[in-house]
Antibody
Framework: EVQLLESGGGLVQPGVSLRLSCAGSGFTFRGYAMSWVRQAPGKGLEWVSSITSGGDSTYYADSVKGRFTISRDNAKNTLYLQMNSLRAEDTALFYC??????????????WGQGTLVTVSS | EIVMTQSPATLSVSPGERAALSCRASHNCNNNLAWYQQKVGQAPRLLIYGASTRATGIPARFSGSGSGTEFTLTISGLQSEDFAVYYCQQYNSWPQLTFGGGTKVEIK
């Protein structure tokens, strides 16, 4: 059974940094592209960032480009999201998601339960 | 950016009835469209991708149709566990992915 367990969220002040982690198990982690998707309280889903299976290519939403960095350690089966210069509008539940292994289909077939990031002074 | 617009925002349906949810794209998405279900306090679950292909383990009462800019998720014979929020997502403009605002299906 695929399991994704996020951690690292919390309450932080604007302008600070935070690193999220997502530990994967139950599947061959190194074989799949992975992504972060967030959901502001009471709002819809927003794609944040994706990384290829080998970590050689990364992609970002315009809203986080230049502030967030996605990375992975396949030896540790772990995905990361380094978030710098956090803003109030970054407040959200951050989900780690595994991509469906279908060519050309960037959709998410497994999700973690999320880690909450609250940015407030 | 491709903007995804879902309608209605809320759909009231009686158990056993059929529900049709709409998703409209601001630009052509071909058939690069997925649907997710999200229940309160839970992560989203993939239902449909490629506009009409059911994901593994998804019951046949869920069906997707459409292409280009107009898409529909149909739930036939609504069951109690189907009352949830549904989101569409386009991946035609990869690497920029966008979701719709969601449709809440509630008990009438």
């Amino acid at each position: 059974e695929v399991q994704l367990l996020e951690s690292g969220g919390g309450l932080v002040q604007p302008g600070v940094s935070l690193r999220l982690s997502c530990a994967g198990s139950g599947f061959t982690f190194r074989g799949y592209a992975m992504s972060w998707v967030r959901q502001a309280p009471g709002k819809g889903l927003e794609w944040v960032s994706s990384i290829t299976s080998g970590g050689d290519s990364t992609y970002y939403a315009d809203s986080v480009k230049g502030r967030f960095t996605i990375s992975r350690d396949n030896a540790k089966n772990t995905l990361y999201l380094q978030m710098n210069s956090l803003r109030a509008e970054d407040t959200a539940l951050f989900y780690c998601a595994k991509e469906l292994p279908v060519v050309g289909a960037t959709v998410f077939d497994s999700w973690g339960q999320g880690t909450l990031v609250t940015v407030s002074s | 950016e491709i903007v995804m617009t879902q309608s209605p925002a809320t759909l009231s349906v009686s158990p056993g009835e059929r529900a049709a949810l709409s998703c409209r794209a601001s630009h052509n998405c071909n058939n690069n469209l997925a649907w997710y279900q999200q229940k309160v306090g839970q992560a989203p679950r993939l239902l449909i991708y490629g506009a009409s292909t059911r994901a593994t383990g998804i019951p046949a009462r869920f069906s997707g149709s459409g292409s280009g800019t107009e898409f529909t998720l149909t739930i036939s014979g609504l069951q109690s566990e189907d009352f949830a929020v549904y989101y569409c997502q386009q991946y035609n403009s990869w690497p920029q992915l966008t979701f719709g605002g969601g449709t809440k299906v509630e008990i009438k």
